[in-house]
C-alpha cells in the first residue's frame, strides 16, 4: 500500500468520514489462488473478460459484512478448486479513527471464522465496523421474483442499519421451523406451540419495527437527494391480512392461527409473510410492470439511497460493491452514476468487461485488470 495515497486520501476525508479497505488479500478463494490489493480508498474499477474472476473479488470485499455474502454461498463453496484447502481473506479497514485489521476464513468447509485486530470476533461485531452494500445481476429480477426475494434485498437493507437484524431472522427462522414441524406432524397440544410461538412473537415484532425503520430511512434519503435516478415509492405488505405489529399482538395471533396452520401444514402468520412493493414514483407505475431499464434505475437508485442514508447515520458512506452495472447504463447515466458515488466519497467497487465502461470516473479511481491464465485468476494494478 503507498503510505502517501493513503495519507492523501484521508486527508481529503477529514470531517466527511472514512469507511475504505486499505489494503485485500486473498488466498485460495474462488479462482485466485493469491492476489493481493493495495488501495488508497478511492473508487475500484475491476476489468477484464468474463470469467475472469472480477465478481470473485467483490464476494470476497463482500465478507467483510455480516452473512454469507454477496452470493449467499456456503463456505465449502468459495473454496478454491481442486486444492480444497479452505480459504483466507485479509484486510485493513480504514474507519475515521483507526485502521483495523480484519481476517476472515474458512476451513475444511468449515462455518467461516472471524477476527478483528488479533482477537476472535462475531459477524454481528464485523457488522459494526463495516458497512457494506451491494447490487449485483441476479438482483435485476428483484420486482417480477416472489416475495422471499424482495424480503431478503429489504432485511439486507435493515441489516446495514443494524447488524444484530441478523440474529434476530436467524432466531425467529429456527423457532418457526421447528413450529412446522409440530404442524406437520399434527401435534395439537398447545403446551408445545407456547414457547415457540413466544419467541417468534419477540423476535417477529423485531423483524417488523427493523424493516419500517429501514424503509423510513430510505425514503427521507431518497426525499432529500438530487439524483438522476428515479424515486421509488415503498411499502410494506402482507401477502394475506395484516401483520400484528406488537409481540403480544403476534403472540394472540399465532395462538389463534393454529387450526388454520394445521391443514396448511405451514405457519400462514409473521413477518415471513411480508413483501416490499415498489412504485415508480414519477410515473405512478408499479415497479413490476416497468421495463427493464426502468427496474435497472430504481435498483440503483435504492442503492444510493442506503448509502446516503448509511452516511447519515453513521458518519460515513459503506463500501458499496456494484457487479456489471456499467454495462446496462447509458453513457449519460454512467457518468451520473460515478459522480454520485465520488460526492458520496464512497468507496465503490465496480466490475465491468473493459476499462472504457469506467472513463467517466477518470483518476477519481483505481483500475485494476482482472485476467484468466488456465483457470488461475490474475490481478495487475494500473
Not at 448509502?307 to 447509458?330: F, M, N, S, T
Request: glycine share 8%; net charge negative; hydrophobic share 40%.
Amino acid at each position: 500500500m503507498r503510505e502517501a495515497s493513503r495519507r492523501e486520501f484521508i486527508s481529503q476525508k477529514k470531517g466527511k468520514g472514512v469507511l475504505a479497505l486499505t489494503a485485500l488479500t486473498l488466498s485460495h478463494f474462488r479462482s485466485h489462488k493469491h492476489a493481493v490489493l493495495a488501495l488508497d480508498g478511492r473508487p475500484v474499477a475491476l476489468h477484464g473478460p468474463n470469467g475472469a474472476g472480477k465478481t470473485n473479488i467483490l464476494e470476497a470485499v463482500s465478507l467483510f459484512s455480516p452473512g454469507r455474502g454477496m452470493r449467499r454461498a456456503s463456505a465449502a463453496d468459495m473454496a478454491r478448486q481442486p486444492e480444497e484447502l479452505g480459504w483466507k481473506l485479509k484486510a485493513q479497514l480504514q474507519t475515521a479513527d483507526q485502521i483495523h485489521e480484519v481476517e476472515t476464513w474458512s476451513e475444511g468447509g468449515a462455518a467461516r471464522q472471524v477476527r478483528i485486530d488479533e482477537k476472535a470476533a462475531s459477524q454481528i461485531a464485523l457488522g459494526q465496523i463495516a458497512r457494506v452494500v451491494w447490487l449485483i445481476p441476479s438482483m435485476d429480477r428483484l420486482w417480477i421474483e416472489a416475495a422471499e426475494g424482495r424480503r431478503r434485498f429489504l432485511d439486507r437493507i435493515a441489516l446495514s442499519f443494524d447488524p444484530a437484524h441478523a440474529e434476530a431472522s436467524l432466531t425467529y427462522d429456527k423457532a418457526m421451523r421447528e413450529r412446522n414441524r409440530l404442524l406437520k406432524e399434527e401435534v395439537r397440544d398447545p403446551h408445545w406451540y407456547g414457547a415457540l410461538e413466544s419467541q417468534m412473537a419477540e423476535t417477529g415484532a423485531r423483524i417488523h419495527q427493523a424493516r419500517q425503520s429501514a424503509l423510513s430511512l430510505i425514503r427521507t434519503a431518497q426525499e432529500q437527494a438530487e439524483t438522476a435516478f428515479p424515486v421509488a415509492e415503498l411499502e410494506l405488505i402482507q401477502t394475506e391480512g395484516s401483520l400484528p405489529e406488537a409481540a403480544d399482538d403476534l403472540r394472540e395471533a399465532l395462538a389463534e392461527s393454529r387450526f388454520r396452520d394445521l391443514a396448511a401444514r405451514r405457519t400462514l402468520v409473521g413477518p415471513h409473510r411480508s413483501d416490499l412493493y415498489g412504485v415508480y414514483a414519477a410515473k405512478g407505475v408499479p415497479a413490476k410492470d416497468c421495463s427493464t431499464g426502468e427496474q435497472k434505475a430504481l435498483l440503483v437508485s435504492l442503492i444510493l439511497a442506503n448509502a446516503r442514508a448509511l452516511a447519515a447515520c453513521e458518519g460515513a458512506p459503506p463500501i458499496v460493491l456494484l457487479d456489471e452495472v456499467a454495462a446496462h447504463l447509458d453513457a449519460g447515466r454512467r457518468a451520473a452514476l460515478y459522480d454520485e458515488i465520488c460526492t458520496l466519497g464512497a468507496q465503490a467497487w465496480m466490475t465491468g468487461t473493459g476499462p472504457e465502461l469506467f472513463t467517466e470516473l477518470g483518476d477519481r479511481a483505481q483500475f485494476v485488470e482482472v485476467t484468466d491464465e488456465d483457470g488461475l485468476s490474475r490481478v495487475v494494478q494500473t
